[in-house]
Each structure stands twice: as C-alpha cells, then as structure tokens.
C-alpha cells in the first residue's frame, strides 16, 4: 500500500536558519504530492503541492520538488520565521485509491527568535 | 468566510459509551472526509462521502464505528462502546468536489474533536 516516512522530529533552528524536512513515499504509479502544516490550536492547512514529476510547488517562501527517481518531496525555506513554527505533514494522494490522502508522522519545527 | 467546524472541541467519556462528534463542512462542498489522528502520528483516513453516501468507509476499523451524512452536508461520527484505543483526535475535511471532479480538489480540515476515552 501507500505510505510516506519524513524525518522525526522536533527540529530546532534559530530565526533566518536553513530549513530541509524531509519526506520520501512509496506508491505505484504517479501520486500527487502535498505538504500540510499545522499551526498551534489551528486545523490542517495546505501549505504545497505538486502533482506530477519535476513540479516544483512553492508557497509562503517554502518549496518543494516531486523527484521520482528518489521517490522524494523534502520542503525547503531558505530563511525560516519564528512564526513557522508548527508540525508539518507530508502526505499523498493516489487516483486509484480515491481521494484519500496518506500522511507521514509530522515533523514538529520549533524556530527561536 | 466560515471554514468547516467540529463539534465539540473536545469529548470525555468513559469506556463503553457512546458518543457522536458532528461535523459542519463548507457551504456547498460536496466531499467530505473524517480523519483519525493519535498521539504523535499523522491523520489516517476513516471514510469518504460524496453527497450523501458513503463512496468510501475501507478506513473504518470495526463495526464500531459508522458515520452518515443524511442530507449530504453535516456528518456525524458514530462509535459504540467505546474503547480507551479510540482516543485520539478525530478530523474532519471537506472538498468542493472530491473524486467527481476526475482531479484533486483541495481538502479543507476542521480544527478536530479530542476524544478521551477513560
């Protein structure tokens, strides 16, 4: 079956940090790709997506890359905010599994001032 | 204006009972989903609804759990004698138009119901 593993968390990175969280999925054939975040005392927000191979999907100055031959998404901020904090979810979606989506774990993001 | 709503927030209840957690989605979204999320883990699917059936219940666990959606907008969650292994955050999302559209429609979540069960 579908399944995704991101790294384990929590991550702690000071303000202006590099941020990579990593994601890889297993799946046969072609899933869309996403990236949810979920701020303290607030639902599941879509934060990216990409639903085909090389798409790049960028929001809020985070990126990431749907790479098939690594089966990998890792999201990416070049600068990160305090806040930013919150647990990010990577997830996907197969056509032929209807709409439900798959998540990884989360992975919690903690950025000091 | 008004994202989808759960409730309540939260829920206790003691092992064997029965409880209901409500769902509001989006006006006019005709998808709807219910997640489950424990402690430390990511949001696993439950079920599906398109309208007011169910296209989609291989999530449920056991018998004990069965939701409905009688006038294909609120949903409602249904777990008989509950067990202390269903605690856990009970989510639930909407979509304009789910797996009709032939294409991914975005999944709007609620803030959850925390169900404790002791």
């Known amino acids: 079956g579908n399944s995704v593993t991101q790294m384990e968390g929590p991550v702690t990175l000071s303000e202006e940090a590099f941020l990579t969280i990593n994601c890889t999925y297993t799946?046969?054939?072609?899933?869309?790709l996403f990236w949810y975040v979920q701020y303290p005392g607030e639902g599941l927000q879509l934060l990216l997506k990409?639903?085909?191979?090389?798409d790049k999907g960028s929001n809020k100055g985070f990126e990431a890359t749907y790479r098939k031959e690594t089966t990998s998404f890792h999201l990416e901020k070049g600068s990160v905010q305090v806040s930013d904090s919150a647990v990010y979810f990577c997830?996907?979606?197969?056509?032929?599994?209807?709409?439900?989506?798959?998540f990884g774990t989360g992975t919690r993001l903690a950025v000091r001032p | 204006g008004a994202g989808v709503s759960q409730t309540p927030s939260n829920k206790v209840t003691e092992k064997g009972k029965y409880v209901e957690l409500r769902c509001d989605p989006i006006s006019g979204h005709t998808a709807l989903y219910w997640y489950r999320q424990s402690l430390g883990q990511g949001p696993e699917f439950l079920i599906y609804f398109q309208g007011t059936g169910a296209a989609d219940d291989s999530g449920l666990p056991n018998d004990r759990f069965f939701a409905v959606r009688p006038e294909g907008s609120v949903s409602t969650l249904k777990i008989q004698r509950t067990e202390r292994g269903d605690s856990a955050m009970y989510l639930c999302?909407?979509?304009?138009?789910?797996?009709?559209?032939?294409?991914?429609?975005?999944?709007?979540f609620g803030p959850g119901t925390r169900l404790t069960v002791l």
């Open positions: 999302a909407s979509s304009l138009l789910g797996r009709a559209s032939g294409s991914y429609n975005e999944q709007f």
């Open positions: 997830a996907l979606i197969q056509k032929s599994s209807g709409d439900k989506l798959t």
């Open positions: 990409a639903t085909k191979a090389d």
């Open positions: 799946a046969t054939g072609y899933p869309s």
